[in-house]
């Protein structure tokens, strides 16, 4: 349809008060927003429906309208039910950026204009699914409802089109997931990360044993942009080569994904400001009551909004701290990140920003939460991280009560000092390892650290590049058979003389000899660091 069928008889009963010219525009759809910046939702073709909410000062309207133009909306319909008449400014900015503004009179629904204009672009049975899923759209930015599951089974029974939506964790946060099995999720959120981090516009498709599957973005909110958090459409086949109303259902599909996303991001305002306030209290120390009574609102908070069965936390409950750090990420990803990892495990996980890092105070509801579980949770983030993005993460041992997050928070810190010590994008170090070696490692510079591992450890590697002789190979081993010949060479699949030869040469090339304990130590050291 055209913008100017909403003038037409039997339309509902707008008002046209700017840019008359460009009433030829096609309509595809609608947005119902009062957003400042809504442009991240639109996708082209959109008659955007607001109650001005959004405007507190006149210069509010130009760049609004400016915005909505810039993501492609081909007309502004603006109510007059909360705010009044539409303003002079309003429209003196519609008409300096050719935008169509209606008036939409006070007795006149948002949902009877959508409803019209799916009525009017539903030439096929998807398209009358599509306006379904917009008007389930304005249900969810209006009313703050979801629906997800409920909108993806309607789609799977009437069309057989089988969708998701996950998680950057591979997480299903609805849809069915008895359908998609883990390793598939897994490969889908490494495609679809990777395909963000390149910048490659979307859909982004991906080939699995299964099938074909495209994929689309589902913003998170402008809070944080953090592409690394944000949750994605996942849809069987290549829709690219769908029609063209079949393929606008899957783009108002995923605008309805962006919408119910930023709804309950919205709702996670409070429960982020009392993560921040335990987060304060623990770095000064606070009364463990004064901890304790923050800790009891935000699970009254979770199970009041978030829990379908509330679950209140007692002074004696266990916790868990875990410190986290971004290198090469952009403020706010790391937190928003943990929001979406650890929000599948418990609803009560508090998560505090700390600029590049996070600190999350997390409920042992169900036994503690080992540092491998966090490892393999934030995998599939490393396809969208680049060569220069990393996560470091440590986790403390349970505490009982508010009075030992402090030292679990200390905790935790020293275990991320540990996960940064080691190669990789995304490493983890657990309590476990705060007895070891490992954490005097952790706190040794690291122009220390690289002249330790050299003067040790140069004219091995060295000596193996030129001569391909596994000397490097061949002393780990030893180490890990504490020194017995017969074991090292057996683990080898070698002749005990060629062990022995291989480990002359390293003491030759040294000066060590590995028949000393402090010189077993001193490698072990090296290859550790190494």
Known sequence: ???????????PRLRLLAAEEELDRQVSGVMTTDLQDPGRYLHGGELVLTGMLW?????????FVRTIAAGGAVALAAGEAEVGPVPEDLVEACNRHRMPLLAVPEDIAFGAVAEFIGRQVSADRAADLAALVDRHRLLVSAAGGGGLDAVLDLLGGDLDLDCWVLAPTGAVIAGPADRLSAADRDQLVRAHL??????????????????????????ASAEHEAPLADW?????????????K?????????RLVAAERHRRDEGRRLRRRLADEVLALLRRDADPAEISRTLYASSAMAARYESPEPRSQAEDDAWLVLSAEGTGLPEGTVRAVLEE??????????????GTGAVVVLPVLDGPVPADTVRDLLAPLEAGLGSEGRITLGVSAPVAGAGGLRGALEEARHARRIAASRVGRVCVAGPEELAS????LAAVPDEVRRAFRSRLLDKVVGYDLEHQADLVRTLEAFLRSDG?????????????????????????????DLSRLEDRVDFYLALELA
């Open 55 to 63: 405007r507190t000062v006149p210069a509010d309207s130009d760049r």
């Open 194 to 219: 990777a395909a963000r981090r390149q910048r490659r516009r979307p859909p982004h498709r991906a080939r699995l044993a299964t099938g074909a599957y495209s994929l689309l973005p589902a913003a």
């Open 437 to 440: 070696h490992v954490l005097l």
């Open 1 to 11: 349809m055209r913008v100017r069928d909403l003038l037409a008889p039997g339309a």
């Open 232 to 244: 994605m459409l996942a849809v069987a086949g290549d829709i690219t080569e769908w029609t063209t």
């Open 484 to 512: 017995s010949w017969t074991r090292c060479a057996a683990q080898l699949h070698v002749h005990v003389n060629t062990l022995r030869y291989r480990i002359g040469r390293i003491e030759e090339l040294t000066g060590r």
């Open 246 to 254: 079949r393929q606008q259902l899957a783009e108002n599909l995923a």
């Open 341 to 354: 990892a650890l929000g599948a495990t418990s609803d009560r996980a508090l998560v505090a920003g700390t």
